[in-house]
């Protein structure tokens, strides 16, 4: 009998790991954080896109360059609780949504940028380079002095006493790739809207939120979190279309920036001479250009597959196995754990060091025994795992196995 994800139950997981080719004789417990593995709906959608281009590209192209892409941006609405698909920019990764909201941040040289330390190089080194064109200051700040009883009142406070008066926009990762912790956005947000409140709307602070690590893991919805702009990738914890992202942004945070590269989504008017559109939206700041078409129109595919499954659901086995994971790991003396263990402030990532080896050291002997894991690439470089709902409770277990008989003596 033929199965399709419409079907899925809490039970079938084993079904799910059947829609991915990855090879059977390692356990991929390290790429669910890197690059997604192709599930086969998606497989198949891009291999459709794909022989009906080259049949045609023009005619397929003109028929559907305006639906497919309002087709995906609904998708991303509904999954992110958002009204207006129209705020919403298409991209090819999380690295060109942060390029293309910090290089098109409308900035003055006497406002200022604020992130934690521990973002990811593609949103630091974005703000960096919009700091350094527009003369904006840019300050990263501490936010904790130990991840082993962290809690979120002292991330929240923590940033918001170095919240200045010339403070212009913040850059917070949801999820940090290098320790796992997942920063309370929604709290921010709030503590944000407070201080707004009391300042002219031109001056007010923006929250843009880096989402990759906890989008696709996590239930709270864009409004839920209250931040100005979301950026992400959708080809990692989504196990969408390798080359995809987008941003999610309110009406307002969007007349803030201006687009950096030019949308075709307004050439056919500009090209006319007629005037630019009166508001920007994600329409307009998604970069024109031809891009990989098969990949990106795939990209619905993958929001109907976490659909049939269920967000809950989907957060409830992550965090599960995630939570068996980090426990472990806690109980091994030779394994010091740098992530914390509530699931309110970690969600898919796990980074921990082995005594006695280096990082790297820890992810060679992991391979030997087929287990792919990773390496942090952060001045602290931790090993990596990340169970996502490719993987399972046994393998869990074999993992443990493994980094418990790495134990020296």
């Not at 002292?154 to 949801?174: F, R």
Request: hydrophobic share 35%; net charge negative; charged share 25%.
């Amino acid at each position: 009998m033929s199965r399709s994800t419409s079907h899925v139950t809490e039970f079938d997981w084993d079904f799910i790991r059947d829609q991915f080719n990855l090879r059977r004789d390692y356990i991929h417990i390290g790429s669910s954080q890197f690059i997604s593995s192709h599930p086969r709906h998606i497989k198949d959608t891009i291999e459709k896109y794909r022989e009906l281009l080259d049949e045609d590209p023009v005619a397929f192209i003109e028929e559907n360059e305006k639906k497919i892409p309002m087709t995906i941006r609904k998708k991303i609405a509904a999954y992110m609780g958002m009204d207006n698909p129209n705020y919403i920019a298409l991209t090819d990764s999380a690295t060109m949504g942060h390029g293309i909201i910090y290089t098109g941040f409308n900035l003055q040289n006497e406002q200022e940028i604020l992130s934690p330390e521990h973002n990811h190089y593609s949103q630091q080194e974005s703000i960096q380079r919009a700091a350094t064109r527009t003369g904006t200051k840019f300050r990263e700040v501490p936010i904790y002095e130990n991840l082993a009883n962290v809690t979120e009142d002292e991330l929240v406070n923590n940033l918001k006493k170095e919240i200045h008066e010339k403070t212009k926009a913040i850059g917070l990762t949801w999820v940090n790739s290098d320790t796992g912790l997942k920063f309370p956005v929604a709290k921010m947000a709030k503590e944000i809207r407070e201080i707004n409140k009391n300042r002219d709307e031109k001056d007010h602070i923006l929250l843009i939120v880096d989402g990759v690590h906890g989008f696709g893991i996590e239930t709270e919805t864009f409004p839920e979190l209250g931040c100005d702009f979301f950026i992400t990738s959708t080809h990692k914890w989504i196990y969408g279309p390798r080359g995809t992202g987008f941003v999610a942004g309110t009406e307002k945070a969007f007349q803030h920036v201006s687009p950096v590269i030019p949308s075709y989504r307004i050439m056919n008017k500009v090209s006319k001479k007629q005037e630019h559109p009166d508001k920007i939206d994600g329409k307009q700041m998604s970069p024109g250009g031809f891009h990989s078409l098969e990949h990106r129109w795939a990209l619905a595919e993958a929001f109907t597959f976490i659909e049939n499954i269920g967000k809950k659901r989907v957060y409830e086995r992550v965090h599960s196995l995630a939570r068996q994971c980090k426990e472990g790991l806690a109980s091994m003396p030779h394994v010091v754990l740098h992530t914390p263990i509530d699931d309110g402030l970690s969600s898919g990532i796990i980074a921990f060091e082995v005594e006695g080896m280096s990082t790297q050291e820890v992810v060679d002997k992991l391979d030997t025994k087929k287990i792919i894991a990773t390496v942090a690439p952060y001045r602290s470089e931790f090993a990596r795992l990340t169970p996502g709902i490719i993987n399972t409770p046994a393998e869990i277990d074999t993992v443990l196995e493994a980094i418990m008989s790495l134990k020296r003596g």
